[in-house]
Nanobody, 123 residues
């Protein structure tokens, strides 16, 4: 079993920054590609960013360079740096892991999910 635990969420004013962390346990972290998704109230879960085994990254088009994903395999951790936050970024952010390879934006391809961390951006 693989467990993912997110942290770093909270309340921030528009224009501020947050850094989310996701720590994996149970299996070798380096074997997994990792992703971040988010779900706002009343909306479907959507892709935010993904990073593969070699550090290659992908972002949702709407983020326009505000978010940066990274990973530290020695610490079994993936990060999401979020800058210039907007109220529309308010959502529960989920960390996910997959052993398969391919496009990172499809949530059905991920095998394990964290329980999420709340990010709230006020105006």
């Amino acid at each position: 079993q693989v467990q993912l635990v997110e942290s770093g969420g909270g309340l921030v004013q528009a224009g501020g920054s947050l850094r989310l962390s996701c720590v994996a346990s149970g299996r070798t972290f380096s074997a997994y590609a990792m992703g971040w998704f988010r779900q706002a109230p009343g909306k479907e879960r959507e892709f935010v960013s993904g990073i593969n085994w070699n550090g290659g990254d992908t972002y949702a088009d709407s983020l326009k360079g505000r978010f940066t994903i990274s990973r530290d395999n020695a610490k079994n951790t993936v990060y999401l740096q979020m800058n210039s936050l907007k109220p529309e970024d308010t959502a529960v952010y989920y960390c996910a892991a997959r052993r398969s390879f391919g496009p990172p934006m499809y949530e059905s391809d991920y095998d394990y999910w964290g329980q999420g961390t709340q990010v709230t951006v006020s105006s």
